[in-house]
């Protein structure tokens, strides 16, 4: 499974970006995608995630009522609406897919793809 993240950019604080994830090559049906983001010298931490039908969505209380995940099973395209972006939301965006049931957490992450930068300035 190959994931291609893209959307990131540098944005001034109130501002909105739309991350976008396609993935390729997946072959099981079963599976919920989501976002982690980490910055400089910070550990990588969870932002938003998806089922794979779209109806379970979970967020950080971080970001909660500003961002807004979604999913388009026919284009295997995830979605983050990342509104009224603060300085605090600087960091590198990563998607994510774990097979299966149960947590989405660092720790049951399958498959990783590459960052898109998100740069908020205030």
């Known amino acids: 499974v190959q994931l291609q993240a893209s959307g990131g950019g540098l944005v001034q604080a109130g501002d909105s970006l739309r991350l976008s994830c396609a993935a390729s090559?997946?072959?099981?049906?079963?599976?919920?995608m989501g976002w982690f983001r980490q910055a400089p010298g910070k550990e990588r931490e969870f932002v938003a995630s998806?089922?794979?039908?779209?109806?379970?969505?979970t967020y950080a209380d971080s970001v909660k009522g500003r961002f807004t995940i979604s999913v388009d099973n026919a284009k295997d395209t995830m979605y983050l609406q990342m509104n009224s972006l603060k300085p605090e939301d600087t960091a590198n965006y990563h998607c994510?897919?774990?097979?299966?049931?149960?947590?989405?957490?660092?720790?049951?992450?399958?498959?990783w793809g590459q960052g898109t930068q998100v740069t908020v300035s205030s």
């Open positions: 994510a897919i774990h097979r299966g049931r149960g947590d989405f957490v660092l720790a049951t992450i399958d498959y």
């Open positions: 090559g997946r072959t099981f049906s079963q599976y919920s």
């Open positions: 998806i089922s794979w039908r779209g109806s379970y969505t």
